[in-house]
């Protein structure tokens, strides 16, 4: 069931990418993978038991840092400025859910 949400997650966002950037087919599949590497590391750090909630996070700050730069190396000029507003717009929901949570 995880496996399927996350698939479903994946893909909503490869297709928001691929329309908002207007992606060829190389860079789809190369920002793909690269987004399904990253979601299966993240999954794992959250799983992961042994480390604290400000590791966890860390963690995770870092394998999404990693992903955009390598997400970036495919883009033109104008995709990486798109791509930059879809991150902030990302982190600035993340940073309000964590609001929501710590209430």
């Known amino acids: 069931e995880i496996e399927k949400e ?3 997650s ?3 966002t490869v297709e928001f990418l691929k329309t908002e950037l207007k992606l060829d087919e190389l860079q789809i599949i190369v920002i793909r993978k690269e987004i399904e ?3 299966k ?3 794992a750090v959250l799983k992961n038991e042994e480390i ?3 590791d966890k ?3 995770i700050e870092a394998i999404s840092e990693k ?3 390598t997400i970036n190396t495919f883009l033109n000029a104008e995709q990486k400025e798109k791509y930059k507003k879809f991150v902030e717009n990302k982190r600035e929901n ?3 859910l964590k609001d929501k949570r710590l209430r």
Do not use: Q
């Open 94 to 96: 993340l940073n309000k």
């Open 52 to 54: 604290s909630e400000e």
């Open 10 to 12: 994946i893909n909503k």
């Open 67 to 69: 992903t955009d730069t």
């Open 6 to 8: 996350r698939a479903e």
């Open 37 to 39: 590497t990253s979601s």
């Open 57 to 59: 996070s860390k963690e």
């Open 41 to 43: 590391k993240i999954f």
